[in-house]
């Protein structure tokens, strides 16, 4: 488990130093279109992309750490941290501008808050770890590692339920019985369907596509009837939003 965590941070980090290069092609692109690239305005806002991608990152980890080893999560919080720091390292190699000084110590920040938090088991916006009588309010928050009833509030009634089916199904003993690797897949595969749903915009059609893609795996492994919950979900979900008839 710890060399499968290990693997998947490492490939979140390539594609955090991505989406920060878009994001700070596009800052640098709108400071130029002003006269004011060399600006200290525009090397702030380069410095802010570089920590929101750095956050995002953090974030992204915690969840799938959590996802893939729930009750024991905590164990992995020097791989957290080393995930951290390695990332932290490649975008400071790459930060020539003169305020790079007050991105450094930023970043050493945002790395102590999320792996104390971590330590401590706390998820932001959420006050209860995992339980089977948990009930919890979710806005706009990601939803992972809990055996809970979902009541969120912010989106329509079939993103609700759609979550909600989506939540019982990685917690359904016919998904723990996969082998690991599988078990991962799906993991990763439902963790982007939340994202998606939890969106301030969701897009209905990735979201369609991706329950069909989810159900057509899970049926490829063996699991006819989670491949059924899943094909069940995805047509309530496709009529309700105006899909298909």
């Given at each position: 488990?710890?060399?499968?965590?290990?693997?998947?941070?490492?490939?979140?980090?390539?594609?955090?130093?991505?989406?920060?290069?878009?994001?700070?092609?596009?800052?640098?692109?709108?400071?130029?279109?002003?006269?004011?690239?060399?600006?200290?305005?525009?090397?702030?806002?380069?410095?802010?992309?570089?920590?929101?991608?750095?956050?995002?990152?953090?974030?992204?980890?915690?969840?799938?750490?959590?996802?893939?080893?729930?009750?024991?999560?905590?164990?992995?919080?020097?791989?957290?941290?080393?995930g951290g720091n390695k990332l932290k390292q490649e975008i400071m190699a790459k930060v020539?501008?003169?305020?790079?000084?007050?991105?450094?110590?930023?970043?050493?920040?945002?790395?102590?808050?999320?792996?104390?938090?971590?330590?401590?088991?706390?998820?932001?916006?959420?006050?209860?770890?995992?339980?089977?009588?948990?009930?919890?309010?979710?806005?706009?928050?990601?939803?992972?590692?809990?055996?809970?009833?979902?009541?969120?509030?912010?989106?329509?009634?079939?993103?609700?339920?759609?979550?909600?089916?989506?939540?019982?199904?990685?917690?359904?003993?016919?998904?723990?019985?996969?082998?690991?690797?599988?078990?991962?897949?799906?993991?990763?595969?439902?963790?982007?369907?939340?994202?998606?749903?939890?969106?301030?915009?969701?897009?209905?059609?990735?979201?369609?596509?991706?329950?069909?893609?989810?159900?057509?795996?899970?049926?490829?492994?063996?699991?006819?009837?989670?491949?059924?919950?899943?094909?069940?979900?995805?047509?309530?979900?496709?009529?309700?939003?105006?899909?298909?008839?």
């Amino acid at each position: 488990m710890r060399d499968r965590i290990r693997k998947r941070l490492t490939e979140y980090r390539a594609e955090a130093l991505e989406r920060i290069s878009r994001s700070e092609a596009k800052t640098r692109s709108t400071y130029a279109g002003r006269g004011t690239l060399q600006s200290s305005m525009c090397l702030r806002a380069i410095n802010e992309d570089n920590e929101t991608g750095f956050r995002e990152y953090m974030d992204q980890s915690v969840n799938f750490i959590r996802r893939v080893a729930p009750g024991s999560a905590t164990e992995y919080a020097d791989e957290l941290r080393d995930g951290g720091n390695k990332l932290k390292q490649e975008i400071m190699a790459k930060v020539k501008h003169e305020l790079r000084g007050q991105l450094d110590p930023a970043l050493d920040k945002i790395i102590k808050r999320k792996v104390e938090d971590f330590e401590l088991g706390y998820v932001e916006g959420r006050e209860m770890n995992a339980t089977t009588n948990n009930t919890v309010s979710i806005i706009n928050s990601n939803i992972s590692n809990a055996v809970v009833q979902i009541t969120q509030s912010g989106k329509d009634a079939i993103s609700r339920d759609t979550a909600q089916k989506l939540q019982e199904l990685v917690n359904s003993e016919e998904i723990k019985a996969l082998p690991e690797k599988t078990q991962l897949d799906v993991l990763d595969q439902v963790g982007d369907l939340m994202k998606e749903l939890q969106a301030s915009t969701t897009d209905k059609g990735k979201v369609h596509r991706g329950l069909k893609r989810l159900g057509d795996f899970i049926s490829s492994v063996g699991s006819k009837v989670a491949a059924a919950v899943v094909a069940q979900v995805a047509v309530a979900y496709a009529k309700a939003q105006g899909i298909i008839p």
